[in-house]
């Protein structure tokens, strides 16, 4: 049972260019989540999937994309990465209205 | 929407000492309060949750107090470790919303 696994654990872009963050939870759970976590601003929600086939903006969804690809899987897609998309990625999933587990995380770097 | 604040932002205790951090939000409707602790480099880790219908919430050496009225709710860690040293994050959230809102986070440091 490995949880929430995220890939890749680390990436570095270049302006302009494309990426998708992987997710995959082993818990069965209706609902998955991804953030990203900047230095002084906790976590912050850009994208949630309350079941399979939904998706809903969070708080930043600006310049990204997701995919609800089946129960299991969440992918994050940025089109056109910018140098604000800096930051740590996290994606979180949980059984509907109960606690939120999180994976590592995918720290993204954009020169 | 919600907003959360969190404090301080930074805590520096001695091993044995007590902690406390507070909380505060703004959405009445919000009913689930969770603590994350995030050790560096990983995923933040639940450590303790707490609903509306409870006042406090015990396990070991953490308990999580909550005030609907003031809307405030407190993480407090007792006997304080130094594997306690982390950052902890608070969080909110409604049936509704079903996502988290969270602090900026809290900087523990458990000096020897």
């Known amino acids: 049972n490995a949880g929430v696994t995220q890939t890749p654990k680390f990436q570095v872009l270049k302006t302009g260019q494309s990426m998708t963050l992987q997710c995959a939870q082993d818990m069965n759970h209706n609902s998955m989540y991804w953030y990203r976590q900047d230095p002084g601003m906790g976590l912050r929600l850009i994208y949630y999937?309350?079941?399979?086939?939904?998706?809903d903006k969070g708080e930043v969804p600006n310049g990204y994309n997701v995919s609800r690809l089946n129960k299991r899987e969440f992918s994050l897609r940025l089109e056109s990465a910018a140098p604000s998309q800096t930051s740590v990625y996290f994606c979180a999933s949980s059984a509907v209205g109960e606690t939120q587990y999180f994976g590592p995380g995918t720290r993204l770097l954009v020169l | 929407g919600e907003n959360v604040e969190q404090h301080p932002s930074t805590l520096s205790v001695q091993e044995g000492d007590s902690a406390v951090i507070k909380c505060t939000y703004s959405d009445s409707a919000s009913n689930y309060f969770p603590w994350y602790k995030q050790e560096l480099g990983k995923g933040p880790q639940l450590i303790i949750d707490i609903r509306s219908n409870v006042g406090e919430k015990k396990d070991q050496r953490i308990a999580v107090t909550l005030n609907k009225t003031a809307k405030h709710f407190s993480l407090h860690i007792t006997e304080t470790q130094p594997e306690d040293s982390a950052v902890y994050f608070c969080?909110?959230?409604?049936?509704?919303?079903?996502?988290?809102?969270f602090g900026s986070g809290t900087r523990l440091q458990v000096q020897p």
């Open positions: 999937s309350a079941s399979e086939g939904t998706t």
């Open positions: 969080a909110a959230s409604n049936t509704g919303r079903r996502a988290l809102t």
